[in-house]
């Protein structure tokens, strides 16, 4: 696996490929690389020649109350389940490589999408995930772009993006890894104690309760939000941020649920922030 | 010459020449094309295998209050243009075929930067700018693409978007191109009276009078600026917007003349705002 650090090394790359005639594809990761993000690397490897990761803790995404400096790294271990995967170069560069001093050219969608759910409490985060996707997308020039559902905001953002910006790239979204217990896949999950472990259950328990509910005919959104809500709240260590319902597409809340909706929660567990989701009617 | 009304053949296109190992070079105008346009084809041609013009006037540089409906179009004559100079196809879409309807995903400089010079009286033309440009680039993927000194703060933005967008684009700067008696060329002197194209005079007369002042060693900008200004101000028909000097990478004023100034203005003639400027030591 090819370990590149520098944009020109990536551009001569996958030059190389495009003058074989070979298709690439992006798997866009912030590192501490778990099963979710290598279901990601094995779809892009069933569907394209070349695969290239990218392994950077986005700044821009961050706001200053964040955990960036906290956020786990191990890139070492990324470079081992990477390449166990199959993919074919990883791009790891620095902040400096990606960031002039100033930069201030900003991909943004400036509508109120980004404000619902997790835009709520983290202003800046999708106009940062535009941006470094943008960037990266230009960098690699990739035929398809693979991201996960348990971020289905950032799905659906970055989506729309593609569409407006009139990006040739395909995204394809992949389903939701979880542990052998339920527990949505996440880097942040490192940070729980093993008595917030056991109690960053409610989220997948919840999600659960809803797609028993919804797959039962209950389509009344606010019944579904109300019940997971109740579950959760149930535990001591867990903090709401949100649970709600929303058009899978534009994130504006819906009452009613139908195909493509997505139920979606933000919960603290102590101080640690976990999201997850389920789409009505599965991931399309 | 190919028509190309969709993006979809542009795509076609453009992968067909990048399979035949072609570079590409692309001339965003706005239409309604003279030799200023034309020299920038031709710049085109020299360093690219094939040439591919945009022809479109982009909506979201135009606040409600400007000339977006007055603009003048002329299509066939832009082809006849193109033709001539030997550009391969011209991509020709319709305000449908570039924004689905509520588009609000924009490429945006979020600093200073685009607010001086026309940025004063036009807040959202850069954000307009960047953003069709930046979908013509994803569109074409050129090698190098051109644009011309006459809008220095436009090349200035879309060179800086380039890099902190890290696009693998080339962005080729070319000289003003003038009438015989001066004039900068551009597709708005169609709206001057023959009182008022006389009148229009006075912008390319100071300029020259700024180079000459510069050229003979004079460095202070205001003693510049300002000798410019009552040159303008001497005309009648003339309204001044704005004649500043600043630094041409940031768009900062400047006190001290230096290589790489831009000493640049907007006036209105009349109801048409023209715009003129020079570059101290030359576009570089």
Known sequence: MI????????????????????????????????EGH????DRARAMCDRVVAS??????QFAPNEDLEAYPRDFEHDCNLL???????VFYPSVEEM????AATYVEIQDEMPKQLCGK?????????????????NIVQPDRAFFGQKDAQQLAVIRRMVRELSYGIEIVGCPIVRESDG???????????????????????????GEELVGSG???????VDEMTALISAEPLARIDYVSAVDGVTMQPVEVITDGTLVAMAVYIGKTRLIDNFIAGGLK
Not at 55 to 60: H, K, L, S
Request: net charge positive; with cysteine.
């Open 3 to 34: 370990i590149a650090k520098t944009v020109r090394e990536v551009r001569e790359q996958v030059a190389e490929w495009r003058r074989e005639g070979l298709s690439v594809g992006l798997v866009p990761t912030m590192g501490y690389l778990h």
């Open 99 to 102: 960031y002039v001093p100033n």
């Open 218 to 224: 209950v389509v009344d959104a606010k019944r579904v």
């Open 183 to 209: 527990l949505a896949k996440s880097s942040r999950n490192t940070y729980l104690s093993p008595e917030e472990r056991t109690a960053a259950l409610v989220l997948s328990k919840a999600v659960f309760r």
């Open 55 to 60: 392994d950077f803790v986005n700044p821009t």
């Open 83 to 89: 390449e166990e995967h199959g993919c074919d170069m």
């Open 38 to 41: 290598a279901s990601l690397v």
């Open 121 to 137: 409490t983290r202003p800046i985060h999708f106009r940062g995930v535009c941006t470094v996707v943008s960037k990266l997308f």
